[in-house]
């Protein structure tokens, strides 16, 4: 059974930071680019970062550039999302998701997705 938990998400003041975690399970993570997408109220899923299998290559929305570090530990099967300098425009349901490509879309998106966890930025 593939499975994707995120989690680490939380309240938070503008500033502040979180480290989001996505643990996996039931298909060969080491394989797959790895990202993260964020989904507003009201708002289409966006793509926030992304992760080469080997995490030799990285990108990242213009939005969360030079804030967020997408990483990943393939032994444990789990990606990671530390999110500094938080901005209200930040507050989103987190998901991740397996995908061929650094450039991949949503809908492009291997797996079923998860619950996500929820940021909240405000003061």
């Known amino acids: 059974q593939v499975q994707l938990v995120e989690s680490g998400g939380g309240l938070v003041q503008p500033g502040g930071s979180l480290r989001l975690s996505c643990a996996t399970s039931g298909f060969t993570f080491s394989n797959y680019v790895m990202s993260w997408y964020r989904q507003a109220p009201e708002k289409e899923r966006e793509l926030v970062a992304a992760?080469?299998?080997?995490?030799?290559?990285?990108n990242y929305a213009d939005s969360v550039k030079g804030r967020f570090t997408v990483s990943r530990n393939n032994a444990k099967n789990t990606v990671f999302l530390q999110m500094n300098s938080l901005k209200p425009e930040d507050t989103a349901v987190y998901y991740c998701n397996a995908y061929r490509s650094l450039w991949s879309t949503a809908e492009d998106s291997l797996l079923a997705w998860g619950q996500g966890t929820q940021v909240t930025v405000s003061s």
């Open positions: 992760i080469t299998s080997a995490g030799d290559g990285t």
